[in-house]
């Protein structure tokens, strides 16, 4: 009897371990998708500026992007 007793405690812990991993995998993904829709140059994207000789800027890359989207 014991033995069935230590099984079904195993189960249930099982159980219990696979419902927070999921709900981490469920938070993990909300926050993911929020930190995405509110970035616009999601992909870190680096441009040049051939007439300063220099990198343009995350935030005139996302004002650029901005003015398209709307």
Known sequence: MAG???????????KEIYQERVEQAEQRSQ????????????????????ENNTFISGNEIN???????A
Do not use: G, M, P
Request: hydrophobic share 25%; aromatic share 18%; glycine share 0%.
């Open 63 to 69: 004002s650029w992007l901005d003015r398209i989207n």
């Open 4 to 14: 069935r007793i230590d099984y079904v405690e195993r189960q249930e812990r099982k």
């Open 31 to 50: 926050a993911h998708y929020e930190k995405q829709s509110t970035e616009t140059n999601t992909y870190n994207l680096l441009f040049w500026d051939y």
